[in-house]
């Protein structure tokens, strides 16, 4: 099965590179919100664009992500609307290998992401503030986080009737998630109703650990310790491949 993912993965990589609006999202995307909240209210947030730049950038680069993290339920539900899967059965692979290569094949784009989103960083002002070990480890923790959304992603998209609900209905999970957390704004600035959401909304612990691996143990500003923080991420990437990923599965297979 493998072998059959990453032949179909090179379909998914292919694909992209013959469609280069598909990589809108992650290379225009990504700019684009950094200079809207660095440079437009930076200055209001922070009091100076250079300071929110180091506070900020971490958090897009987590938003970044879970809305790259969309496009494969669209494009998965293109391709069952299509007949795609369909040729697929026919073939002599695994049931499940047009899955597992879309998902792998995916792993290009996020990491594309978060390159062109850390590059862009660096080069209107962004200093890392840890060694290089800890920015490959926040790469990692990006990629492995991605992979696991992708699998919420890939349910929605075999589940509902057009690409279009999809990404409605994706939207709709992921806007409350990234702007009710510390993505733009310190929690503590935040009612104190909205505060409790945010404690226990993973995605603050995500942006809490990315921020300690970028900037340093200094700009946690959760009170926990780094190494608590990227636990709850794992337990929380865990979380989502043991309830999503049979749930793909389930819902692939009932499909075709």
């Not at 072998?3 to 090179?10: K, N, Q, T, Y």
């Not at 250079?50 to 987590?62: C, D, N, S």
């Not at 990404?167 to 702007?179: A, D, M, R, V, Y």
């Amino acid at each position: 099965m493998f072998a059959d993912s990453l032949v179909l993965a090179g379909r998914t990589v292919r694909r992209m590179t013959r469609n280069p609006e598909q990589f809108i999202d992650v290379t225009l995307q990504p700019i684009i919100m950094t200079v809207l909240f660095v440079f437009i209210f930076g200055g209001a947030i922070a009091g100076s664009t250079t300071q929110y730049l180091t506070f900020a950038l971490p958090g897009i680069i987590v938003q970044t992500v879970m809305f790259t993290s969309l496009t494969i339920g669209v494009n998965l539900n293109n391709d069952i609307s299509k007949g795609v899967f369909d040729r697929f059965r026919s073939l002599p692979i695994a049931r499940s290998a047009p899955l597992f290569g879309a998902v792998l094949g995916d792993i290009v784009r996020h990491s594309i992401a978060v390159s062109v989103t850390l590059v862009f960083g660096v080069i209107i002002g962004y200093r890392f503030g840890t060694p290089w070990y800890d920015v490959l480890l926040a790469f990692v923790l990006m990629v492995v986080f991605a992979v696991s959304l992708c699998w919420v992603s890939v349910f929605i998209g075999t589940m509902v009737r057009s690409s279009g609900a999809v990404q409605g209905i994706s939207f709709l999970i992921t806007f409350p998630l990234t702007f009710g957390s510390s993505t733009f704004v310190p929690a503590n600035t935040l009612p104190t109703w909205l505060q409790g959401w945010v404690s226990v909304n993973p995605v603050t612990h995500v942006i809490e650990s990315m921020r300690g691996l970028l900037n340093g143990d200094a700009a946690l500003a959760s009170g926990e310790t780094l190494g608590l923080e990227l636990l709850w991420v794992l337990i929380s990437c865990v979380v989502l491949w043991a309830v999503f990923f049979p749930l793909a599965t389930w819902a692939y297979r009932r499909k075709i």
